[in-house]
């Protein structure tokens, strides 16, 4: 309805000698990571030194958005929410970090009662990160995300999940040749685009992959931008316009590897993603 909306991600964690842990606001830290050995990522999370964890939360607005309020209970290991979709007032999906067995794992949760709680619906494994989450009906939805193998010699994969039955199974299409996928729009219940980064030798770049099928099979767009992280892509509803926009980045002098802000990048294009026009 109108006046329902929801909100999740996560809040520091205090420590103090004279107090006891405490919850603060929500907190956010932008900066750019790169290394050929690690996922390119838009890192919109970051720690002070007197933060020692954080906590999944979710809010919700009756009004418009004029106030939020805490809403039911997040899973209780989860120290951070990244992405949330809700297809009704009642049905929605988060993909949140989670402690597992010693180790940080990341899920995706399904809610059907509008966030009051949240069950586990996918986990493969700790390597797993969702970094959007799209349903394009009641029971078809996607996430796209990354693969992170930390062996011998570490690997990148971006993956995008589907899923036809709400969240009970999902199928991974992965694709090595990307580093990672960052969002995913849909335009009609066939065609879609992912925006992300690639795994092109050490130079990175901003890539659009795009289906025609509703999700079956995705295709790289021949549009990119070098040294750029496109982090998000949106298309209107039933129309070839959409735009897509990013970071492009320049090498910080006195760190090699790491990459700092240079400027915002928005494209638009007006034919499904054939041509892009840009800033």
């Given at each position: 309805n109108n006046y329902t909306g929801y909100s999740t991600g996560a809040y520091n964690i205090l420590s103090s000698v004279s107090k006891p842990w405490q919850f603060s606001k929500p907190w956010q830290f932008n900066k750019i990571f790169y290394s050929s050995q690690k996922p390119i990522v838009l890192n919109k999370y970051g720690i002070t030194d007197s933060v020692v964890g954080t906590k999944a939360f979710f809010l919700k607005t009756t009004n418009s958005g004029l106030?939020?309020?805490?809403?039911?209970?997040?899973?209780?290991?989860s120290p951070y929410a990244i992405c949330m979709h809700f297809v009704n007032e009642l049905t929605g999906f988060i993909s949140a970090e989670r402690f597992q067995n010693t180790i940080f794992a990341q899920g995706i949760y399904k809610t059907t009662n509008g966030g009051f709680n949240w069950s586990l619906v996918y986990s493969n494994s700790d390597t797993l990160?969702?970094?959007?989450?799209?349903?394009?009906?009641?029971?078809?939805?996607?996430?796209?995300?990354y693969d992170y193998f930390e062996?011998?010699?570490?690997?990148?994969?971006?993956?995008?999940?589907k899923?036809?039955?709400?969240?009970?199974?999902?199928?991974?299409?992965?694709?090595?040749?990307?580093n990672n996928f960052t969002d995913i729009s849909f335009t009609n219940n066939q065609t879609g685009f992912s925006c992300g980064v690639d795994n092109s030798n050490d130079i990175f770049r901003g890539i659009v992959y795009r289906t025609t099928n509703s999700g079956i099979?995705?295709?790289?767009?021949t549009y990119?931008?070098?040294t750029t992280i496109f982090d998000g892509i949106e298309f209107y509803p039933a129309s070839p316009v959409?735009?897509?926009?990013?970071?492009?980045?320049?090498e910080d002098s006195l760190l090699p590897g790491w990459f700092t802000?240079?400027?915002?990048?928005?494209?638009?294009?007006?034919?499904?993603?054939l041509t892009w026009q840009d800033n």
């Open positions: 106030s939020w309020f805490p809403y039911g209970s997040m899973p209780a290991n990160t969702v970094q959007s989450l799209k349903f394009i009906d009641n029971n078809t939805g996607f996430a796209a995300g062996n011998l010699t570490p690997s990148i994969q971006g993956i995008i999940l899923t036809t039955n709400s969240g009970t199974n999902w199928t991974k299409m992965i694709y090595p040749e990307v099979s995705w295709n790289k767009l990119h931008l070098d959409g735009f897509v926009y990013g970071i492009e980045s320049g802000y240079e400027h915002l990048v928005i494209a638009k294009t007006t034919d499904y993603g």
